[in-house]
């Protein structure tokens, strides 16, 4: 496994294909993806997970973090985000956060990133800010 940055044009492909398929391309555009880090997972040669990082200051925000459908459950988000938060930190970053589907929080707590009071719903879906400190 390998985690290395990619172009945001990777990010959108990626995104497009693995959680928005069925909505136009410009959907899974964020307007912060110029100034934002991403990375991905590659197993032999093949991207399998991505995640964006936007960073401002020493808080950092990752969204759109996303795997394969055929590929989940072996392990490559978890490296994934574990190397990502790994060079957050070496970044300066001192705390991390995101807006977690709320079926999908036991997933983050297992990386020690906990729940706030902060939850919302977004296109019938609900979620959780979450967040960890180095």
């Given at each position: 496994m390998n985690v290395q940055s990619i172009?945001?044009?990777?990010?959108?492909?990626?995104?497009?294909?693995?959680?928005?398929?069925?909505?136009?391309?410009?959907?899974?555009?964020?307007?912060?993806d110029p100034s934002g880090i991403h990375y991905g997972l590659f197993e032999e040669g093949e991207l399998k997970s991505v995640v964006s990082l936007f960073i401002t200051g020493d808080e950092a925000q990752f969204r759109k973090f996303a795997t394969l459908k055929e590929e989940q459950g072996k392990g490559y988000g978890s490296r994934l985000l574990e190397e990502v938060f790994l060079k957050a930190k070496n970044l300066g970053v001192r705390k991390i956060w995101c807006n977690a589907r709320e079926n999908k929080?036991?997933?983050?707590?297992?990386?020690?990133?906990?729940?706030?009071?902060?939850?919302?719903?977004?296109?019938?879906?609900?979620?959780?800010?979450?967040?960890?400190?180095?």
């Amino acid at each position: 496994m390998n985690v290395q940055s990619i172009t945001k044009e990777q990010a959108w492909e990626f995104r497009h294909t693995v959680m928005w398929p069925d909505k136009d391309f410009s959907y899974i555009q964020l307007k912060d993806d110029p100034s934002g880090i991403h990375y991905g997972l590659f197993e032999e040669g093949e991207l399998k997970s991505v995640v964006s990082l936007f960073i401002t200051g020493d808080e950092a925000q990752f969204r759109k973090f996303a795997t394969l459908k055929e590929e989940q459950g072996k392990g490559y988000g978890s490296r994934l985000l574990e190397e990502v938060f790994l060079k957050a930190k070496n970044l300066g970053v001192r705390k991390i956060w995101c807006n977690a589907r709320e079926n999908k929080v036991s997933f983050y707590q297992a990386f020690n990133v906990k729940k706030t009071a902060r939850v919302f719903t977004k296109s019938s879906t609900c979620y959780v800010v979450m967040e960890l400190f180095f």
